[in-house]
Structure formats: C-alpha cells, structure tokens
C-alpha cells in the first residue's frame, strides 16, 4: 500500500487536478506497480501517473499515457498544461463533429431555418 507520506502527496496531486475539472482515483491496492498499471490499462485509463519519492521530491509525476506508454518524469504543471491542451483539443473536435451532424439535419431541431 501507500504509506501515509506519499498517500500525502498523491492527495496533493488528486486535488489539483480535480480542482482543474479532471476524474482522478488513486490506486489504495497493496499491489505492485506493474500489476497497478496493468490494472489501469485493461480499464482503459486514459492516463497513468506513478508517484514515488522522488517525483515527490521534485514536484512532479511520473505520466503513462495507455496508448503510448511511459512519458516519463514531468514537473505537475507540465503534466497539467499537457492534460488540458488533450483535453481542450478533444472538446473542440467534439463540438465541431457535433455541429456537423446538426448540419446533417440529424436531430430534426433545425426546422424552420
């Protein structure tokens, strides 16, 4: 498991990025690393960060992306600021697809126009 050290920072971090509108849950298991990524692998989290003393230390993560792999060690501001430009760009090629369905006429609302 976590020791109450590293539960600290792990929290820290969780608030953050929560605070920044991300879903975030820390891994409690008092399983190894490996099978904690392999675990989050086969849910399909998106993002892995792994936390120990010396990420800690240096203020930052080290980041997993599932596709990817290891991004390695990022500062949690580097970390933020790459999660939400994913993020805003996603949200962006959303709208733009959804605008394109209505274009369609899919939904029937746009009568009238």
């Known amino acids: 498991g976590l020791n109450d050290d590293m539960l600290g920072y792990c929290q820290q971090v969780q608030s953050t990025l929560q605070q920044n509108g991300f879903r975030v849950t820390i891994d409690y298991q008092s399983a190894n690393v490996k099978k904690k990524i392999r675990d989050a692998q086969l849910d399909l989290v998106p993002y892995m960060m792994v936390v120990g003393?010396?990420?800690?230390?240096?203020?930052?993560?080290?980041?997993?992306?599932?596709?990817?792999?290891?991004?390695?060690?990022?500062?949690?501001?580097?970390?933020?600021?790459?999660?939400?430009?994913?993020?805003?760009?996603?949200?962006?090629?959303?709208?733009?697809?959804?605008?394109?369905?209505?274009?369609?006429?899919?939904?029937?609302d746009e009568e009238g126009y």
């Open 53 to 108: 003393p010396k990420d800690r230390d240096q203020g930052g993560v080290s980041l997993r992306d599932r596709l990817e792999g290891d991004l390695g060690f990022l500062t949690l501001d580097s970390a933020l600021t790459k999660l939400k430009e994913e993020r805003d760009g996603r949200v962006i090629r959303q709208v733009v697809k959804s605008n394109f369905q209505g274009f369609q006429g899919g939904s029937g």
